[in-house]
T-cell receptor, first 112, second 115 residues
Framework: QKEVEQNSGPLSVPEGAIASLNCTYS??????FFWYRQYSGKSPELIMS????GDKEDGRFTAQLNKASQYVSLLIRDSQPSDSATYLC????????????FGSGTRLQVQP | SAVISQKPSRDICQRGTSLTIQCQVD?????MFWYRQQPGQSLTLIAT?????????ESGFVIDKFPISRPNLTFSTLTVSNMSPEDSSIYLC????????????FGDGTRLSIL
């Protein structure tokens, strides 16, 4: 099992809809999770961090962490064509070095 | 968050040559991380670089191929040695916030193509 797993997509949603991106993780990943957005040809940009069980909201973005089920999700409300990108889920490994392990990414397409 | 500058932003290199990538941060940081992103793939950690000590390499990456320097708390270099087409990737430098080194932010990356 990979440490962090994501559905590669593409996930296609109409403009204005809610996009739901999911990620599962293994026991080797600690409880710090991050969502990055990566546009084609660009480097990853941090959009959400979540460290504790439950929901965390920031504007149109909501991150959800469920430790019992070992999954973390990202909801994007009122999706816009500019949200079309690859979304990378990352977790911190329990190695003490604080490096991140990344999922393979989910490509989101928001249709105008 | 810290501002991270990488040089060069891109390069095209010949097989068998080496290239050194520089990463400069506008504030002092404990750890700097080097990642690789192969075409169409996600990010893979190459090594973690602490100032004043040897870099720690991940499985599958060795110092002879990817030597790293960390001369001070704001600068690091990654060298890709004896390059082959399989080394064509984006190489990314990353630093974390505060004592926990999290979350992490990335430089713009170096896009490397090997002919």
């Amino acid at each position: 099992q990979k440490e962090v797993e994501q559905n590669s997509g593409p996930l296609s949603v109409p403009e204005g809809a809610i996009a739901s991106l999911n990620c599962t993780y293994s026991d080797r990943v600690s409880q710090s999770f991050f969502w990055y957005r990566q546009y084609s040809g660009k480097s990853p940009e941090l959009i959400m961090s979540i460290y504790s069980n439950g929901d965390k909201e920031d504007g149109r973005f909501t991150a959800q962490l469920n430790k019992a089920s070992q999954y973390v999700s990202l909801l994007i409300r009122d999706s816009q064509p500019s949200d079309s990108a690859t979304y990378l889920c990352a977790g911190s490994m329990d190695t003490g070095r604080r490096a991140l392990t990344f999922g393979s990414g989910t490509r989101l397409q928001v249709q105008p | 968050s810290a501002v991270i500058s990488q040089k060069p932003s891109r390069d095209i290199c010949q097989r068998g040559t080496s290239l050194t990538i520089q990463c400069q941060v506008d504030s002092q940081v404990t750890m700097m991380f080097w990642y690789r992103q192969q075409p169409g793939q996600s990010l893979t950690l190459i090594a973690t670089a602490n100032q004043g000590s040897e870099a720690t390499y991940e499985s599958g990456f060795v110092i002879d191929k990817f030597p790293i320097s960390r001369p001070n708390l704001t600068f690091s270099t990654l060298t890709v040695s004896n390059m082959s087409p399989e080394d064509s990737s984006i190489y990314l430098c990353s630093v974390g916030d505060g004592l926990s080194n999290q979350p992490q932010h990335f430089g713009d990356g170096t896009r490397l193509s090997i002919l």
